[in-house]
């Protein structure tokens, strides 16, 4: 409680400071939640008409502020039609003006995927939920069961070492139906084992970790990619064991890649995106990092994956697979890249590091270059586009709001190019129409920034559900100091801050909401000095908090009672929700 106090003299006057300081350093990392709004959202107060409600009509259509004239985009296509393994008919890609899909990719809502689990960064193609199933809480704590140890990479005398696990670094977990559990190479044991839930987990040490969700324990042997994965991997929806996943940096001479894994066999069975021609990149696309969760269009076998060249690449897979492995053909080898009038070598950078979210057929990107994109995946055109000011990290997340049909976007950015001399600046929060591009509420808060070590919104938004199906979370970080954070619970439909906590610690991990068994939710937030904090997502009042030793820059999931999160120290955790 805040009190008025009389202060007599300047000696007791520096006492005061003097205990302040100390409780600041030496206190709870969290603190208490703040009721209020201390600065109003701008609020786009037009009526929504039927062409701008998403669902109504099913199409996109820019308005006079989000066509991409606007921002002086220039794209381009190229399409290769075969890739296999007929060496005569493997030819290059071609540059085309126009394309049109020949099966059309139409996302059924976000009823992505058809096995139990987390299979992809924030769980579907909407990015909305890294947690499976119901955590079954009676005292709302957090327990340390199990940890395993990673390792590190070394790109580099003069850039040091990947260690542990990084942004977004969220681990996969799934429960494999018992016929395609019997075809793959885990352990004895563990195929043996009834309910199986297996970790992967690839991390900043090169290599892909499985492990079972019970005790962290081994289910097979790590598979050495030779790259660091700062990002998270990808599964096929339907329980196809197939794996994509991206290197978040070259190392030295050998370009990053996107890799394509079989898991019956545990081997890597093809890579693209690497030395890409294609590129517009002044390197000539060899740095191309992928740090973007890649999903899957189960209906027409098709990938989809932006990568850091500035290319969003997908293609036809032909996937089968039996008792002696998954093959894949690709084929449909299409590749999209973009310039605009503000992009270039020093600043504002092409290329996409945030994972898209797709409805229907519209896929939504945010870039390097402060765009967030819609793009019509089967004509390959883009509808429209919205200034986001800054470098977004940070995924875009679609919701449907079921009182009137409307799909919208929440999005935030890093500070980057929007810093000023000393290093501090404001970055925006966003409601967007996904019909239309056009803002619907935009809140901004200050914050500060360290090169390579950005502020701001690194975290992907965490949309409520249940009993907080009003909020929508955003985890601000270097906010309130350069070493502080805060997380902010937003009212959906006024943009409007509800509550909101101070870290004395900022935070690059997306919050995840959990469920008890009346519904309501309750938000795991992790943050850069290793604590993982349990509040109530209604309240923001804490419940529980736990501390892994080092920087949890990685992303949580969550199966049922269980999360699993990796750290820059090294580990890889299990933690229950009791």
């Given at each position: 409680m805040k009190k008025r106090i009389v202060l007599a003299t300047a000696a007791f006057c520096i006492l005061i400071v003097a205990v302040v300081l100390c409780l600041s350093s030496c206190g709870d990392p969290l603190g208490e939640p703040q009721k209020g709004d201390l600065v109003a959202p701008v609020i786009n107060?037009?009526?929504?008409?039927?062409?701008?409600?998403?669902?109504e009509t099913g199409v996109c259509v820019p308005v006079e502020t989000t066509k991409p004239s606007v921002f002086g985009f220039k794209t381009r296509l190229n399409v290769k039609d075969y890739l296999g393994d007929d060496p005569?008919?493997?030819?290059?890609?071609?540059?085309?003006?126009g394309y049109v899909r020949q099966e059309e990719i139409h996302f059924s809502n976000n009823n992505y995927a058809k096995v139990e689990g987390v299979i992809t960064f924030r769980g579907d193609n909407y990015r909305s939920s890294g947690a499976y199933g119901t955590a079954v809480m009676t005292e709302y704590k957090l327990r340390k069961v199990w940890e395993i140890t990673t390792g590190e990479l070394k790109k580099s005398v003069k850039k040091g070492e990947w260690t542990g696990s990084g942004w977004t670094g969220q681990p996969l977990l799934v429960k494999w139906d018992e016929a395609t559990k019997q075809l793959m190479n885990l352990y004895d044991g563990k195929k043996r084992k009834k309910d199986l839930v297996e970790v992967i987990y690839?991390?900043?040490d090169g290599n892909i970790y499985f492990l079972d969700i019970e005790d962290g324990s081994a289910t097979r042997d790590a598979i050495k990619l030779g790259f660091p994965i700062k990002g998270t991997g990808s599964l096929y929806p339907d329980g196809t064991p197939l794996y994509v996943v991206g290197a978040g940096d070259d190392m030295g001479d050998k370009a990053a890649r996107a890799f394509v894994?079989?898991?019956?066999?545990?081997?890597?069975?093809?890579?693209?995106?690497?030395?890409?021609?294609?590129?517009?990149?002044k390197d000539n696309g060899k740095f191309c990092a992928f740090d973007s969760s890649a999903l899957f269009d189960v209906a027409t076998d098709t990938l989809i994956q932006p990568g850091e060249n500035g290319i969003l690449y997908t293609m036809k897979l032909n996937t089968s697979y039996d008792a002696s492995g998954v093959t894949i053909k690709p084929?449909?080898?299409?590749?999209?890249?973009?310039?605009?009038?503000?992009?270039?070598?020093?600043?504002?950078?092409?290329?996409?590091?945030?994972?898209?979210?797709?409805?229907?057929?519209?896929?939504?990107?945010?870039?390097?270059s402060g765009d967030l994109m819609c793009i019509d995946i089967n004509t390959m055109e883009l509808?429209?586009?919205?200034?986001?000011?800054?470098?977004?990290?940070?995924?875009?997340?679609?919701?449907?709001?079921?009182?009137?049909?409307?799909?919208?976007?929440?999005?935030?950015t890093s500070l980057h190019w929007t810093k000023d001399k000393k290093d501090s600046g404001e970055i925006p929060v966003m409601k967007i129409n996904a019909a239309t591009g056009e803002i619907m509420?935009?809140?901004?808060?200050?914050?500060?920034t360290v090169?390579?070590?950005?502020?701001?919104?690194?975290?992907?938004?965490?949309?409520?559900?249940?009993?907080?199906?009003?909020?929508?979370?955003?985890?601000?970080?270097?906010?309130?100091?350069?070493?502080?954070?805060?997380?902010?619970?937003?009212?959906?439909?006024?943009?409007?801050?509800?509550?909101?906590?101070?870290?004395k610690y900022y935070s690059w991990s997306s919050p995840v909401a959990v469920y008890d068994a009346k519904g309501d939710g309750y938000i795991i937030l992790c943050d850069s000095d290793g604590n993982m904090f349990l509040l109530d997502g209604r309240t923001g009042t804490l419940k529980s908090t736990i501390n892994l030793g080092k920087n949890i820059e990685a992303t949580p999931s969550v199966f049922g009672n269980t999360i699993v999160v990796g750290t820059r120290g090294k580990k890889i955790y299990g933690i229950v929700l009791e």
């Open positions: 107060t037009s009526p929504l008409t039927t062409e701008q409600k998403l669902l005569e008919n493997d030819k290059p890609g071609v540059d085309v003006d690839a991390t900043m894994v079989d898991l019956i066999r545990g081997k890597v069975i093809y890579e693209y995106g690497y030395d890409d021609p294609f590129s517009l990149r084929s449909e080898i299409v590749k999209w890249n973009y310039e605009t009038s503000r992009t270039g070598e020093d600043t504002y950078w092409l290329g996409i590091e945030s994972s898209a979210c797709m409805y229907d057929h519209y896929f939504y990107a945010c870039d390097n509808v429209w586009v919205q200034d986001t000011v800054d470098d977004s990290n940070a995924s875009p997340v679609l919701e449907v709001d079921a009182s009137d049909g409307t799909a919208y976007l929440y999005v935030s509420w935009k809140r901004t808060y200050e914050c500060k090169d390579g070590v950005s502020g701001g919104v690194q975290a992907t938004a965490c949309l409520g559900q249940n009993n907080i199906s009003d909020l929508v979370y955003f985890n601000v970080a270097r906010t309130g100091g350069k070493k502080h954070g805060k997380l902010v619970a937003i009212d959906k439909k006024t943009g409007g801050e509800v509550w909101s906590v101070e870290m």
